[in-house]
């Protein structure tokens, strides 16, 4: 399994960034994707999940009304719109195959990381 993250960029605050991930090679043991990021100095943290089984999706505190996830039909495409940006959002942002849980130690495969980065 390969995942392929996009669509980091810079930003002003307030600003918006759409992430993409996809994934080749099959996820047939995987029941979900998720968005973790680690920003410089900083733990990995968990941002928002979707798992294929369930309707609602998982979001941090930190990004609840701010961000969606969301994936296309096939399960081979997971994204992650980011409105209302701040500074604070600052990280490399990593997509990962697994179990849609909120734990990133769940995850098997991980993607290469995208850079976001938002000014004041």
């Known amino acids: 399994v390969q995942l392929q993250a996009s669509g980091g960029g810079l930003v002003q605050a307030g600003g918006s960034l759409r992430l993409s991930c996809a994934a080749s090679g099959g996820l047939y043991n995987s029941a979900g994707m998720g968005w973790f990021r680690q920003a410089p100095g900083k733990e990995r943290e968990f941002v928002a999940a979707?798992?294929?089984?369930?309707?609602?999706?998982y979001y941090a505190d930190s990004v609840k009304g701010r961000f969606t996830i969301s994936r296309n039909n096939a399960k081979t495409r997971v994204y992650l719109q980011m409105n209302s940006l701040k500074p604070e959002d600052t990280a490399v942002y990593y997509c990962a195959a697994g179990p849609g849980s909120t734990s990133g130690y769940e995850y098997r495969y991980w993607g290469q990381g995208t850079q976001v980065t938002v000014s004041s």
């Open positions: 979707v798992n294929w089984y369930s309707s609602s999706p």
